[in-house]
């Protein structure tokens, strides 16, 4: 019987370590807390008392949350997300492929726009970008179309939200969870390589984040 139970006892924890395996749940308040971030021009801040939630104010600059200890490179990203409808003044996403503080990818939500009656506004919702070569005005005046888009049932401008970007060698594809098909589809724009990843905010925008899970691909 006690060898019954440590068999037993031997598969579980082999089937939590095969569910886990390659799945990163990164608790951004304690990387805050044991100063595990660094913040690129920007002030980072527990927000309220809401569990695992940050917050990053508004700074005239691009801001980044840049994560410590914590490696990816493709796979997929998951985490909520909490803007405002304030237009112009909001800009909040997930950076990866950080290089340095001022060379990486974006993919980002403009949640003034989710609840944008003209129709030029609705196809700027979501948006990719590589800074500091590709900003997104640079995109939008030479390749308009390819690397911003809608969302057919857009969130609450003033809720939080949760996205899910998948990223392979070439692509990002990106989810709003409760949309079945992805809103944005786009072919990246560097070969460049870092397992770098943060949280991001544009200019003159604050944002909120909470709980962020990483799976490798």
Do not use: C
Request: proline share 4%.
């Amino acid at each position: 019987m006690r060898k019954f139970n440590i068999l037993v006892l031997l598969i579980f924890f082999q089937l939590i370590a095969i569910k886990s395996y390659g799945q990163q749940e990164i608790s951004l308040s304690d990387q805050l807390s044991d100063k595990k971030m660094k913040a690129v021009s920007r002030t980072i801040s527990l927000y309220g008392d809401q569990q695992d939630a940050v917050e990053m104010n508004a700074e005239k600059s691009d801001g980044l949350g840049i994560l410590g200890d914590v490696e990816f490179d493709k796979g997929s990203i998951e985490v909520e997300l909490l803007g405002e409808n304030n237009p112009g003044r909001s800009f909040i996403g997930i950076a990866f492929n950080i290089q340095n503080d001022s060379t990486y990818e974006v993919v980002y939500f403009r949640p003034f726009n989710f609840v944008a009656e003209e129709q030029i506004r609705k196809e700027h919702m979501v948006q990719y970008i590589f800074h500091p070569e590709y900003t997104w005005r640079k995109l939008r005046e030479e390749r308009t179309g390819e690397f911003e888009s809608k969302i057919p049932i857009p969130p609450n401008p003033d809720d939080w939200f949760k996205a899910k970007i998948n990223i392979s060698t070439e692509k990002a594809e990106v989810y709003v969870v409760g949309i079945s098909k992805p809103v944005l589809v786009i072919d990246r724009l560097t070969t460049s390589k870092s397992n770098e990843i943060g949280i991001w905010t544009g200019y003159g925008s604050s944002g909120r984040f909470k709980n962020l899970v990483l799976r490798d691909e």
